[in-house]
């Protein structure tokens, strides 16, 4: 039944809840953020859901959705069988902890972050090196005159590397085969998983009764296998560790783990959970961000004119981009936030959990229950952006030229859970793309149709497969 004062939203029917009403929409507009967007215009900013054994509130608009991510009583991530297999029968990790664990190892993985160095990489480096083995790729692939490159998954493996350099010191070549195995484990992680849960969540009982169908048999079968990968890691350093030589966060939280002080809540399993979690979070957001990003540079040539203007102003092209140059080039900085506002006005947040009964817009929301945002309700707001829909680096630049970021940006969400890689993820597209318009045009293959803007559906969106024509700029 629906507790008294509970946002409005779609009848619950016996055990299914309100999931058919959600699987109607989603038929009908082709994607799950826009069949949710139809139920706010319908019921409003805060919609009520149930969907199997789990209540859910859905927020949409700024004023809902900085309520929910600024609020402390909403600071909980959901418990259930989904989120506690993904990290063998305890939850884990940073994505979908709370408490007493997520505190102290969000602390831990943050200051980890901050003062990231070991030996002579800063972050910084290793994201340049990225930029400049990319372009190299793309040059080798251009020498004839020009290529056509495929570009919505160019993106992947410099993403990956960044990541799996500060955490485990490793970096790899497109062509290398243990990056085809971890690449080809996460396509799959993410095929399967759907943060906000999965039918045999929301049914646990599907788990015994339907194992393949209800998705449990995969999303336990991939999770070992990334389990297993990230374990050849952990032995690799725990064989080589040199407690004199810090080379990454491997072998910080392994010191950490020898120490006398340390609390509970640090052990290895941890250490592996957060591996995949800084995967799950870091890969696939930066890599779709720089996608959508590069697809409407194609589509939009007089903004990569306007950005290699500044880009031969500032840096000119005898040296790569640097991340030194980001305070000169405003331009290319709002193109970066234009790339994950495009991005994330087709998503959700993780979700929240509220910790006791409490109140959201003036509904009561009981304990817990699910919270989540729908970003495409702040992102994509015709009321506050005008022409959401169109790639405009300038809305986030002043009459001056200089950076202006309006509140409604969110897409690193806000709050205690925000993003841990905020900054990590910003220098990956801000360098990546700077370092390629330096180089190259970019433009719609002769003879092909424009890519669609339109994404693939999934809890975070894919662009579609979509070519380039690149050519050396004159
Ligand atoms: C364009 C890229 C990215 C976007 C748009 C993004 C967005 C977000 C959002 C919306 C949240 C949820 C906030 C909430 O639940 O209230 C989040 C959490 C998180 N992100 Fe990112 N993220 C990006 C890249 C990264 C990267 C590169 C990393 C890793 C280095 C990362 C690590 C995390 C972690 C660990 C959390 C969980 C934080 C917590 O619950 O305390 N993210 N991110």
């Not at 994607?31 to 859901?49: D, I, M, N, R, T």
């Not at 709370?98 to 003062?115: A, G, H, I, T, Y």
């Not at 589509?299 to 305070?327: C, W, Y």
Request: contains cysteine; hydrophobic residues 40%.
């Amino acid at each position: 039944k629906k507790p008294r004062n509970f946002p409005p939203g779609p009848d619950w029917i016996p055990i299914l809840g309100s999931a058919l009403a959600i699987q109607k929409l989603r038929n009908q507009t082709g994607y799950l953020y826009q069949a949710c967007a139809e139920l706010s215009k319908q019921y409003g900013p805060v919609v009520g859901l149930r969907v199997g054994k789990d209540r859910q509130v859905v927020c949409f608009g700024y004023p809902a959705i900085k309520e929910m991510l600024s609020k402390e009583e909403f600071d909980g991530r959901p418990r259930g069988p989904f989120y506690e297999t993904r990290t063998w029968g305890k939850r884990q990790g940073l994505l979908v902890t709370d408490e007493q664990l997520w505190v102290e190892q969000r602390r831990f993985v943050l200051r980890q972050l901050r003062e990231f160095g070991f030996g002579k990489r800063t972050m910084a480096q290793l994201v340049e090196e990225e930029a400049y083995q990319l372009v190299q790729l793309f040059k080798q692939e251009v020498q004839d005159g020009g290529a056509i490159i495929p570009m919505r998954d160019a993106f992947s493996v410099p993403v990956l590397n960044t990541l799996w350099s500060m955490l485990a010191g490793i970096r790899y070549s497109p062509e290398d085969k243990e990056l085809k195995k971890i690449q080809s484990l996460l396509t799959e992680l993410f095929a399967n998983i759907d943060m906000v849960g999965a039918l045999f969540s929301q049914f646990p009982i599907l788990r015994y009764v339907a194992p393949e169908m209800s998705g449990y048999k995969s999303f336990v079968s991939i999770h070992q296998k990334v389990w297993k990968f990230l374990r050849n890691e952990l032995d690799n350093h725990k064989e080589t560790f040199n407690p004199d030589e810090m080379r990454d966060i491997m072998d910080v939280y392994l010191k950490t783990l020898k120490s006398e002080d340390k609390t509970d809540t640090f052990s290895e399993s941890q250490l592996l959970a957060i591996c995949m979690d800084m995967f799950m979070a870091g890969s696939e957001t930066t890599s779709k961000s720089l996608g959508f990003g590069f697809l409407y540079l194609l589509l939009h040539p007089d903004v990569q004119k306007k950005a290699q203007a500044e880009i031969d102003r500032v840096v000119g092209r005898d040296r790569l981009p640097s991340l030194n140059d980001r305070p000169h080039m405003p331009y290319l900085e709002a193109i970066t936030y234009e790339s994950v506002r495009v991005f994330m006005g087709r998503t959700f947040s993780i979700p929240h959990r509220a910790l006791r009964d409490t109140t959201l817009q003036g509904y009561f929301i009981p304990k817990d229950t699910m919270i989540i945002a729908n970003f495409n309700g702040v992102l994509m707001d015709k009321e506050f952006w005008h022409d959401p829909e169109v790639f405009r680096p300038e809305r986030f630049l002043n009459d001056k030229g200089a950076i202006q970021v309006p509140d409604q940006y969110l897409p690193f969400g806000a709050g205690k859970h925000q993003c841990m890689g905020q900054t990590l993820a910003r220098s990956n597209i801000f360098l990546l793309t700077a370092s390629l318009l330096q180089n190259f045009d970019l433009s719609v293959p002769p003879g092909e149709a424009p890519p669609s803007t339109l994404g693939v559906d999934g809890v975070t969106p894919s662009p579609g497969e979509y070519n380039a024509w690149v050519t050396l700029r004159a």
